[in-house]
């Protein structure tokens, strides 16, 4: 393999494989199927308005045209800065992912005999009959499990409203904090990342420094395909200004990698090594900005024998999972993890630290931080990391060196992005600080061209999941459900009486689906996600959705594989159905108005949520109620308190949650603001009233004052704004975050502000020597972060490693784009990537049917040798867009032990040709 890879795919190849669009926006090439399709509609008695992409983290503005109550089209918003016109091939579709030929418009319940049974058929019902019986379901199981029981799996594709309403209905009114997005499963690394190094969740940096860079790292990022618009501009970049390099690095070659300028695979989980060794360059080389480091950063370092994430029984393991599941507890070290940990190999590491104390650590000097470093040579990196068996070491160390040489140029702007390839990993949290340890030691950061930026994978996994606080252990504006003022000071604007929020941090994705299986979870319901198709082997979940005396739901606009798994399918309002917000991956808010109705009896999600709530009594949930793990193992009765606040005992939980009472009640329908417009959520409540504008109000007080700024709805409504950049302070944006030229909390005394973490015990490399906690107010830490290697690797029988991942034409699971025939046709299935060298091993070629196996279960794909992902020997490649092939049975479900995110990127399996 040569360093640079020239592009290789002729354009008859690029059409076939549906990567014309992508490619075309980076090359200049006229776009032809996408195109046609957004030109058609020019002028042609069409209303244009303005939305938002409703795929990647990108963020694209669009124009949403509308005929005759249709969106008939799409096309990229010229005045929209992140995209400037701008689409990928998914981004002009986003009009026909409203009309599949199987939208639901009905809410449809299993039944046998006229009544519900979890073993009857799905037959269409009316929505009286489908919330009463939900209802029903949710208080059975809330009386015989309490708030324990009861959970909902949300999106960061969520609203804010929508995420917004849903943590108020689950933490406020149930008292349970069992919600958790699919944001668990891209970016929680990232977030605990981001708490963990600068007490504060989301990036510093905005989209405008791929522009200013001169170097950019792509640590196992893709951004052809997963984030195409951004893509484009790095490509641009390096077409128009001659020293900018692009390195990526990445465990087999795609369609990032073939426009490099320098390109280094690596095994799985070796950048952690290959992080290490930059660092141990920077030192070396003494480009280290020490007034930079001394004034603004403290060293750190945490346990090391914290497992991996895997369930901590085998009662429910299959017979062929149990040797992971015990290798977890007990790590022999390899040569590699015993010198990176100053440990003997062969040693045996019992996981002590698994579990709660993994995310633990401490303040070390930089006399160990530098020792920490000290294994990761040239030399010791190249034999560890190399990843492609066809490189020789010479060319591998030569190419870590000229990253070196990039890296430790004082004189170039630098920018690092990742997204999964970090993230989904056993050690993310590690490797998203180890990222930030580079561009801290260096005083790159927050800087106009400087900086380390995480890219959010969903359109709203930052605005919604994130800064909503639509996770288990968080409320909104970076807050936490543990810590008794955020929970005071949330109450406070809830207007709900002091006591109400339970402290206990809730349940994961994983534990959710685990909990469903062991039953500790009864209730669950999924909400804008399909994740039963994408969590990782899925068939021990999907199971557990049969499971007598589980109620599971699933509000959605498409029969997903959730949806079948369900008892009860509630039809979701689509994009444009429906009034939004969304917060991108670099912290710009952007709305849409509600432009067409929903089909049939198709509803919004804010709806759904409110009508369920008036079914259910604060009586229900607001008395005393039993929970394992808070001060005398329950919740305190709150409904004293509640009547002295004037809450009536009979209250719903929508009128102490939703009602349009207090400031609340501002938020009128018709809206004097936007004429002649619909607005779905408040007609089908049948009152005069703006939900979605009321939430996002009642949303924003959490935010303003302390560095999450947001403006008001109109101000994002309005047709001149395309988003902004919070904090949002006296009208202004913030486009970068820590820096005093342009945050006004930053100052030079205290320039990381975020408040979370910023005290820890003192020790060395060994563990805690003081406990004492000492604060470091202002400051980011620099992690010492050792090389670990996966839980499960390439045995004799199972030889190969597995990685997924996303492609270009398909969103997640597809469940959209795959209803879209020109995208369907341009991928109509996931392929297997291989070596050829190995599929011939094999006795297969291009074009054969081969049976993936891996200890947690077989899928099946054709195999592609030649395009696209260009995999070293020993590693394969699937993308999970594909419900028929469904690679996420296959999958271990290893997480991050500290921030609880599945690692996708490292199954062992065997292929064989499938008879
Ligand atoms: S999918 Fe992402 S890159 Fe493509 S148009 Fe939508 S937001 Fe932009």
Redesign the pocket.
């Known amino acids: 393999m040569t360093q640079q890879q020239p592009l290789r795919f002729q354009r008859r190849d690029m059409i076939r494989s549906g990567l014309a669009a992508g490619a075309a926006l980076s090359l200049g090439f006229p776009v032809t199927a996408a195109e046609t399709e957004a030109a058609k509609a020019v002028d042609d008695g069409i209303t244009w308005q303005k939305g938002v992409?409703r795929?990647?983290g990108?963020?694209?503005g669009l124009q949403v045209g509308t005929r005759d109550g249709r969106v008939v089209a799409t096309k990229g918003d010229p005045d929209a800065p992140v995209?400037r016109g701008l689409?990928?091939v998914?981004?002009y579709f986003n009009a026909k992912i409203l009309y599949g030929k199987d939208r639901l418009t009905k809410p449809l319940l299993r039944k046998k005999n006229g009544k519900f049974d979890k073993t009857g058929r799905f037959e269409p019902v009316s929505w009286e009959e489908a919330f009463d019986v939900m209802a029903g379901e949710l208080m059975r199981v809330y009386r015989e499990k309490g708030p324990a029981g009861v959970s909902i799996i949300g999106s960061g594709q969520y609203t804010i409203p929508e995420a917004y309403c849903a943590s108020k209905f689950i933490k406020g009114g149930l008292r349970s904090n069992n919600i958790d997005p699919n944001a668990r499963m891209c970016m929680a690394s990232a977030v605990v990342g981001f708490y963990q190094t600068f007490g504060v969740d989301e990036p510093a940096n905005n989209y405008e420094d791929i522009e200013k860079s001169d170097v950019m790292l792509l640590w196992g990022n893709n951004p052809a395909e997963a984030?195409?618009?951004l893509w484009s501009r790095m490509t641009n970049r390096k077409l128009t200004h001659k020293p900018t390099k692009i390195v990526s690095l990445t465990t087999h070659l795609h369609s990032s990698s073939n426009l490099s300028d320098l390109t280094i695979v690596f095994k799985p989980n070796t950048d952690l090594a290959i992080a290490n060794f930059l660092i141990r360059e920077i030192i070396r080389r003494d480009v280290v900005d020490h007034d930079f480091v001394s004034k603004h950063c403290v060293f750190s370092t945490g346990p090391t024998d914290i497992g991996y994430g895997l369930r901590n029984t085998d009662k429910w393991s299959r017979p062929a999972e149990r040797d992971t599941l015990e290798r977890q507890l007990r790590v022999k070290l390899d040569r590699w993890e015993a010198a990176a940990q100053g440990k003997k190999v062969g040693e045996v590491v019992e996981q002590k630290n698994a579990g709660g104390p993994a995310g633990n650590h401490w303040a070390i000097t930089f006399e160990d931080f530098k020792r920490s470093v000290e294994p990761y040579t040239i030399d010791f990196v190249t034999e560890l990391a190399k990843g492609d068996q066809e490189e020789s070491a010479d060319t591998f160390r030569r190419k870590l060196a000229e990253l070196a040489d990039l890296v430790c140029d004082r004189t170039r702007n630098i920018m690092s992005y990742w997204c999964m390839g970090v993230n989904q990993h056993q050690r993310g949290v590690w490797m998203n600080e180890l990222i930030y340890d580079i561009h801290l030691l260096l005083g790159k950061h927050a800087q106009p061209g400087n900086g380390a930026f995480s890219l959010t994978g969903q359109?709203s996994a930052c605005g919604s999941a994130r800064e909503v606080g639509a996770f288990c252990h968080r409320l909104p504006a970076d807050m936490l459900v543990a810590n008794e003022a955020h929970r005071e000071k949330t109450e406070k604007i809830w207007s709900i009486p002091k006591g109400t929020l339970n402290p206990k941090v809730g349940a994961s994705v994983m534990e959710i689906l685990r909990g469903l299986e062991d039953s500790s979870i009864d209730f669950l319901w999924m909400q804008v996600v399909n994740v039963m198709q994408s969590a990782p082997n899925n068939t021990h979940w999907t199971e557990a959705t049969r499971r007598p005396g589980s109620f599971v739901v699933v509000s959605d606009i498409y029969p997903t594989y959730s949806a079948r798994a369900a008892d009860l399918i509630l039809p979701a309002a689509g994009h444009f159905e429906k009034w939004g917000l969304y917060g991108n991956g670099e912290r710009r808010t952007q709305a849409w108005p509600q432009v067409v109705k929903a089909p049939g009896e198709a509803r919004t999600d804010v709806w759904m949520m409110m009508e369920l709530a008036k079914r259910i009594r604060i009586a229900d949930t607001w008395g005393e109620l039993p929970l394992k793990g808070v001060p005398g193992d329950k919740l305190p009765s709150v409904l004293d308190e509640a009547q002295k606040m004037g809450i009536k005992p009979d209250a719903t939980l929508f009128d102490v949650l939703y009602a349009p009472t207090g400031g609340r009640a501002e938020a009128v329908w018709p809206d004097p603001k936007y004429p002649n417009r619909s607005n779905a959520t408040g007609e089908a409540l049948g009152l005069a009233y703006f939900p979605e504008k009321a939430l996002f109000n009642e949303y924003r007080q959490f935010t303003v004052g302390n560095g999450h700024d947001l403006a008001d709805f109109d101000t994002y409504q309005s047709d001149a704004c395309r988003g902004l950049l919070w904090p949002v302070v006296d009208g202004k944006e913030t486009p970068y975050r820590f820096n005093t030229a342009f945050d006004p909390y930053a100052k030079e005394e205290k320039l990381f502000y975020g408040p979370l973490m910023k005290a820890m015990p003192t020790g060395n490399l060994s563990g805690v020597t003081d406990k004492e906690q000492k604060a470091y107010p202002g400051r980011a830490k620099i992690f010492a972060r050792p090389y670990a290697a996966p839980v499960e690797q390439p045995d004799a029988e199972y030889d190969l490693w597995l990685t997924t991942g996303r492609i270009l034409e398909h969103w997640h699971t597809g469940s959209m784009t795959r209803r879209v025939p020109e995208l369907h046709r341009a991928a109509p299935e996931a392929l297997l990537y291989m070596n050829p060298q190995d599929a011939e091993k094999r006795g297969m070629k291009r074009g054969d049917l081969a049976e993936v196996t891996s200890r947690y279960g077989t899928c099946r794909a054709k195999v592609e040798t030649q395009v696209r992902q260009k995999m070293p020997k020993g590693s394969v490649w699937m993308a999970f867009f594909d419900e028929r092939a469904m690679v996420n049975s296959v999958v271990i479900d290893a997480t991050d032990p500290i921030s609880l995110e599945p690692d996708y990127k490292k199954t062992a399996v065997k292929v064989r040709k499938a008879s």
Do not use: Q, S
């Open positions: 992409c795929f990647c990108t963020g694209c995209n689409n990928c998914k981004g984030h195409p618009v359109p």
